[in-house]
Nanobody
Framework: QVQLVESGGGLVQAGGSLKLSCAVS????????MGWFRQVPEKEREFVAA????????HYADSVKGRFTISRDSAKNTVYLQMNSLKPEDTAVYYC?????????????????WGLGTQVTVSS
């Protein structure tokens, strides 16, 4: 079993930055691909970014490419999402997810474990 705990969400003005963290425990962190998704009420969970087990492969949604960066720190069993140039449309609950494969999936149904989410609100 894998436990994921997100932190770092909050309220920020448009153009600002936030860094989300996801602490992973319960299994060998280095064997899991990790992803970030987001969701707003009455909409499906949306892919944001993913990183493979080694950290050498990353994928981003077109809407965040060039603004968000996903990274992982194996020593800390933590994955991060650095979010810059935030826009009001980035407002959502952000979820961290872990996959038992080595690759970096971009669809939510490929992930095996999920955190409870952290709220990000961007004011205009």
């Amino acid at each position: 079993q894998v436990q994921l705990v997100e932190s770092g969400g909050g309220l920020v003005q448009a153009g600002g930055s936030l860094k989300l963290s996801c602490a992973v425990s319960g299994r060998t962190f280095n064997t899991h691909a990790m992803g970030w998704f987001r969701q707003v009420p009455e909409k499906e969970r949306e892919f944001v970014a993913a990183i493979d087990w080694s950290g050498g492969v990353t994928h981003y949604a077109d809407s965040v490419k060039g603004r968000f960066t996903i990274s992982r720190d194996s020593a800390k069993n933590t994955v991060y999402l650095q979010m810059n140039s935030l826009k009001p449309e980035d407002t959502a609950v952000y979820y961290c997810a872990a996959d038992s494969s080595y690759a970096a999936p971009v669809t939510f149904d490929e992930y095996d474990w999920w955190g409870l989410g952290t709220q990000v609100t961007v004011s205009s």
